[in-house]
Every structure is written in structure tokens, then in C-alpha cells.
């Protein structure tokens, strides 16, 4: 059978065994016909409080939490429509845009306007959040389980705090969106690393669709309501990145109502593991950079059974990414099975060891090898992954059954015991 893998931004078109082989999608939903007038809709009917609109006053300051560029958050629909709702009330010079980097690097002019449009750019000012620079970010408490916690003082000291994202799951915090974009989202490095340290994240609770229980979630969610936020816009898009439904209102009733759609839709079970699987980081721009891709490995590591194969394709054209200190961490050790005991035992977080923690997880559970277009040999035998070039070929010589993952974490199978 020929599947159709989500690849970069043009796909990836594999023939893989008849007989052998079972895809898994998430239960496909058609985009609303209007966008923009869903979330209208979301902005005036929301789950919970009153519309946006009734909750802001002439004089007020707006800071609006949003995606960075790595996330597929439809940014140049859902900002015009909550400044259509402000229109009237507050000036476009009282509004800020952050975005909510965490730990990522800041987005560029020109990845700004792909993002926001140039009408956006040009009208509000937009800042990337930066989690090293102490002097932009104020002290707000210890909050959850003792995280000490820095936000964005724009954000902090806005008398109308907005998040915007998306909603899906997630490999350790069960779930994006929501209380995401306060923290990690437009938080310290301090508190970044404490929300990721190797006892929350090693704990088998931090892990795809749990929120209740989920160390790292429960303290995300902790954050957000101590810290306050005024109105929370979450989407939920299909395979296209379309918008299938938008939630709005007071942040923990409508990231509830979002979560639940997306549980319903993503999560499918399957009887019993595969012995390969074949799996996605959902394509660009999710799939720019290796660090990101562990998400698609960890989706298939779900289902994969222990000594099984993991085929991960990612056209990573931003590397391991070069920021960041994820490639030194990876490289640090000869094998995943020295890394995972070397960070497993860290009271001290460094930053990025998450993804690497993860990552060690898996691979010490399953071989694990990629396709990419933008990383050599020797970078992938660096990570301590092989390679391949050809999928169809590798499946092929390998036996039993296989399972595809064509948007992988879009799609998160889970064993019918669980």
C-alpha cells in the first residue's frame, strides 16, 4: 500500500507491505467552513466567563501570549480576531504580542510576517520572549510543587493577560495549549528547568494525554491560575492545520473542553504492539529540527514493542537545531542507555536534557532510525541513530508487523491495557 507520510511541507509518499501493515490517523473532522467566524464565535460565546469584549476596559494594557514558529498555530487568523473584539475598547498601542519561546530562540522579521502577516506586524508591537534575559522578566512566587517562578514582565504587569494556541497532546505534558503558553511558554530559564527536571519528567505520568497526576502539568496549571490570565484562546486543527473547532472563556473550563475534543479524536487504542513502526513529526514546521522529532518518536514508542523498530521521517531542516544545547547533551555520552542513567540522576537541570531524557528512553527500549534530508551520517551517529534512505526498503527487510504513524503525534495509539 502506498502511504502518504506528513514530511517537510511537500510529504513523503512510501509503499509498505499489504498484508502487514496498519495505518493509524487520528478520527478526521473537515475544517468549519468559516475560520474566522468560529472563532468569533469562540471570542463571544465562550465555555465559560463572559465574551472577551466584556472583559476589558478603555486604559487598559493587552499583552496576548502566542506559538512560536515551531508550532502550527494559525497565529494570522486568531490575532486579528481577538483585535477585532478589542477594537473600540483599547489602543493598538496598549497591545503587545509575545511570544511564548520558552526556552526556544526568537523568531525573525521575516518569520514574524509568515507568522502574524504583515498588516499585524506592521500595526502591534511584537516581542520574543527571552527566558536568559533577567532584566525583561519579574518575580511572581513559588507556585505547584515549590517552582520558583519569573514571567515575562510585559506580560505580568498587563492589566489583560490573553494566551492563544493550539490544542494537542503532548509526550510529557499530556496536553499543549492553555496554561502552556504562561509557562513554560513566558517563563525564566530557572523555572523552565525546574518544570523539566529528570524526576517530573521521568515520572510514568508525564506522558501523552494525562493532565490530572501529570507532575509536569499539574505545576504548568498551578502557575497559570496563581498568576492569573483574563481569556484563553485555544484551536483544534485537522491534518491541514485548518481550524476544526475553537474554544474560548476562563483558561481551565475551556482547556478542559479542548483537551476532551482532542482525547476523543487522537488517542486510538490498538490491540497489541508492532513489531515496526513508522512514524512522523507531522511535517514543517514541526518537523524543522531533530529536537522536535523526539515527539514523533516517542508517539511511536507507544505502541512499538520492547526490541522493536522505530523508522522516524523528519526533514530537520534546522538541524539538530545549532541553538540551544540539545546536540551537546545528546553527544555527551557514548550510548542512550549512558545518557538516560547520566540524567536520570541529575539534581541539577541543564537545559534541553528533557528532550535528550526522553530520547534515551526510548532508544534504550527500541531501535531507532531516521529520515531526514538535512543531517548526515555523522550527525545522526552523533545522536546515536541510524539512517535511512529509503523506507520502503528498511521495512521491507524487516519482519512482523508494522504500523504507520503518517502525522505522527498527531496521532498517539495506546495498548488496550492502558
Not at 502511504?3 to 509503499?15: E, I, K, Q, S
Not at 508591537?125 to 527571552?130: G, Q
Not at 518537523?287 to 505502541?303: E, F, I, P, T, W
Request: net charge negative; hydrophobic share 45%; proline share 6%.
Amino acid at each position: 500500500m502506498r502511504v502518504d507520510l506528513a514530511y517537510g511541507t511537500g510529504g513523503l509518499a512510501v509503499d509498505l507491505p499489504d498484508d502487514r501493515t496498519t495505518v493509524i490517523t487520528p478520527i478526521e473532522h473537515p475544517a468549519v467552513a468559516d475560520q474566522a467566524a468560529e472563532l468569533r464565535r469562540a471570542l463571544r460565546e465562550p465555555i465559560a466567563g463572559p465574551p472577551l469584549r466584556e472583559r476589558v476596559r478603555p486604559g487598559q494594557t493587552v499583552a496576548i501570549s502566542a506559538c512560536d514558529y515551531t508550532r502550527p498555530q494559525p497565529r494570522h487568523l486568531m490575532i486579528p480576531a481577538i483585535l477585532a473584539e478589542l477594537d473600540g475598547v483599547v489602543d493598538l498601542d496598549d497591545v503587545v504580542i509575545l511570544i511564548a519561546t520558552g526556552t526556544h530562540r526568537g523568531n525573525t522579521d521575516a518569520e514574524l510576517r509568515a507568522m502574524f502577516g504583515d498588516q499585524v506586524v506592521d500595526a502591534v508591537r511584537i516581542v520574543n520572549h527571552d527566558a536568559r534575559d533577567r532584566s525583561s522578566l519579574r518575580w511572581m512566587g513559588r507556585f505547584g510543587k515549590d517552582v520558583p517562578v519569573w514571567l515575562n514582565r510585559q506580560w505580568a504587569e498587563a492589566d489583560v493577560r490573553i494566551t492563544t494556541g493550539f490544542v494537542e497532546p503532548h509526550f510529557f505534558a499530556g496536553f499543549s495549549g492553555g496554561p502552556k503558553l504562561v509557562a513554560p511558554g513566558l517563563a525564566a530559564l530557572e523555572t523552565v528547568l525546574t518544570l523539566h527536571d529528570a524526576a517530573r519528567i521521568g515520572d510514568p505520568r508525564a506522558t501523552w494525554g494525562v493532565i490530572e497526576g501529570n507532575p509536569v502539568h499539574d505545576d504548568v496549571r498551578a502557575i497559570a491560575a496563581a498568576t492569573g490570565v483574563t481569556f484563553a484562546l485555544d484551536v483544534v486543527l485537522n491534518r491541514e492545520q485548518r481550524i476544526v473547532r475553537a474554544f474560548g472563556g476562563d483558561l481551565a473550563p475551556m482547556h478542559a473542553a479542548a483537551t476532551a475534543a482532542v482525547r476523543a479524536t487522537a488517542m486510538r487504542r490498538v490491540a497489541e504492539p508492532f513489531d515496526v513502526v513508522v512514524t512522523t513529526n507531522a511535517g514543517f514546521p514541526l518537523d524543522q529540527n531533530l529536537y522536535q522529532s523526539v515527539k514523533g518518536m516517542s508517539a511511536a514508542a507507544q505502541v512499538v514493542r520492547p526490541g522493536g523498530t522505530i523508522i522516524c521521517a523528519a526533514e530537520c531542516r534546522d538541524g539538530f537545531p545549532d541553538h540551544g544545547s540539545y546536540r551537546e547533551v545528546l553527544t555527551s555520552a557514548a550510548s542512550p542507555e549512558a545518557l538516560f542513567e547520566e540524567i536520570s540522576r541529575r539534581t541539577e537541570t541543564v537545559p534541553d536534557q528533557w528532550q535528550v531524557q526522553i530520547q534515551a528512553r526510548i532508544q534504550r527500549a527500541a531501535r531507532v532510525v531516521m529520515h531526514t534530508s538535512y543531517l548526515g551520517d555523522d550527525d545522526l551517529a552523533a545522536a546515536h541513530l541510524e539512517r535511512t534512505d529509503d523506507i520502503a526498503a528498511t521495512v521491507a527487510a524487516l519482519p512482523g508487523r508494522v504500523c504507520v504513524l503518517p502525522e505522527g503525534p498527531m496521532t498517539i495509539p495506546y495498548l488496550a491495557e492502558e
